[in-house]
């Protein structure tokens, strides 16, 4: 068991995502804490919804907590070799519920992402990457420049899962996604840390839970209330609930000390069948070449996620 110490220092982190309603909360989260967090770019990727989708999403959300200085960096289109896989019934079409947040096109970077990333990796500060999306960005970022794994920092994911998936009884969405994606960033010794549906399915937002959320918040509240309503009605049913998969990644940067960490061997498998996208994870008898978050204090952590986004209100 790893529990460390409460956050001291200001980690900059750039965000990979795929923007998605969990996404869009992970992203709140994270322009909510600047004591913790120093966001320095987001790069969007195919995932949730095509990439024009992810990317136009990431700048609505950038632009609804009046961020507009974190520049945002258009990425890959498509899965390294996969035909690329969409959640729009769970999303809704514009990947973010229809909820009907203003278009805005200000301040879409020339950068491609893989680029952006590759830029920000030798600067003088150890960046996080936290990609709660499909891998692709981090893989091709690792094919064109493998020089800088040894230099990229932390980086911490969402995906895989261990006991079940969530897109086929093996697979969860991110890596089932782009499995050779996720193979190449374990494969490569960078040591992730991941956060699976075993842990993130443990903090389940219910209704309860939203309608404590929007009481007396205002704009940005009641975006995030009418995006996880849309969440909830799409497949809430078979839980109960809804699991903001992606807020729990940001969230260890912030409070570490919610979470039970675990050294691994994560294996992707990438052969195609009924396997394929299937995460498998050996705690006790190989070689670890990642960390796998097993536990989380979940109360806490949705309480704490509501609290921030709420903050922004203010």
Known sequence: MVTPAATATITPVIIDCDPGIDDAIALLLAFACPEALRVEAITTVVGN????????????????ANRLEIPVHAGCPRPI???????????????????????????????HAVDALADRVPGPDRLTTVAVGPLTNLAVLLIKRPELAERLGRVIVMGGGIARGNVTPAAEFNVFADPEAARIVVEAGLRPLVFPLDVTQQALVTE????????????????AVAMLRFYLAAVGARHGGVHIHDAMALAYPI??????VRAARMTVITEAGAERGRTVVDFDTSEPNADIAVAVDAPVFIDRVFERIHALDR
């Open 255 to 260: 409070w570490p000390e919610l979470f039970e």
């Open 49 to 64: 919804v095509p990439l024009a989708h992810t990317t136009r999403n990431a700048q609505r959300i950038r632009a609804l």
């Open 81 to 111: 070799l996969a035909q690329p896989h969409h959640a729009a019934h769970v999303h809704g079409e514009d990947g973010l519920g229809g909820i009907g947040l203003p278009e805005t096109e200000e301040g879409l970077a020339a950068r």
């Open 208 to 223: 309860a839970d939203l309608s404590r959320l929007g009481e007396g918040g205002g704009r940005v509240t009641e975006a």
